[in-house]
């Protein structure tokens, strides 16, 4: 299995909502990341996950609140979100936190903030 | 923070040219990577080259690497329509970060 999942594929939601983003790889992966991106703009690297430790915050607002239950499996708690926040979320993973790896993206969320 | 600048921005060929793709980036690098995406979808990877590497092949595609004019090309040869997609040179430093240089948006005409 050389895939990465990302659920749910579109959400719509209200700046008062709490959801959730989910990304899950089945590839023995021990890195995860977050990405950011708007429309023609590269990917924004958010968050990086190593061994289920936190390892990068690029100083994203705590709004956005990543967590690694497990090696398999990242998510992205939102809460109180802005407009300026719609944008596609990209999950990816790769073997390690080193230089070296090539990194598997999913799919991403299409997330907008009404 | 962008590393890398690709260029030129936006390319349209006829489907069986080859693409030539560039990209500079400004401090030093571990490796370079190029991946691909689709209109609104998540990226795929395509081919890593060490900076100790000049030349590195992977199927139709070619990259090159020159670490003392910080440059890369990606050359896609027999370009066909399923190649329209964004391009993206993205570099590894010492912090293991990936960053990503805005794109080129190739345009394969069938």
């Known amino acids: 299995d050389t895939e990465v999942t990302q659920t749910p594929k579109h959400l719509v939601m209200g700046m008062t909502n709490k959801k959730s983003l989910k990304c899950e790889q089945h590839m023995g992966h021990r890195a995860m990341y977050w990405y950011k991106q708007k429309a023609k703009k590269p990917p924004e690297l958010m968050f990086v996950y190593s061994y289920e430790k936190l390892s990068i915050n690029e100083s994203v607002p705590s709004r956005f609140s990543p967590e690694c239950p497990n090696s398999s499996l990242l998510n992205l708690h939102l809460h109180a979100l802005q407009p300026e926040d719609s944008a596609l979320y990209l999950c990816?993973?790769?073997?390690?936190?080193?230089?070296?790896?090539?990194?598997?993206f999913g799919p991403g969320t299409r997330l907008t903030v009404l | 923070s962008q590393q890398g600048e690709e260029d030129p921005q936006a390319l349209s060929i006829q489907e069986g040219e080859n693409a030539t793709m560039n990209c500079s980036y400004k401090t030093s690098i571990n490796n370079l990577q190029w991946y691909r995406q689709n209109s609104g979808r998540g990226l795929v990877h395509l081919i890593l080259?060490?900076?100790?590497?000049r030349e590195k092949h992977s199927g139709r595609l070619r990259v090159t690497l020159d670490t003392s004019k910080k440059s890369s090309s990606l050359l896609i040869t027999a370009s066909r329509a399923a190649d329209t997609a964004s391009y993206f040179c993205a570099t590894t430093g010492a912090n293991s970060k990936l960053t990503f240089g805005k794109g080129i948006t190739l345009s394969v005409r069938p």
């Open positions: 080259i060490r900076s100790n590497e």
């Open positions: 990816a993973s790769s073997q390690r936190l080193a230089d070296y790896n090539e990194q598997f």
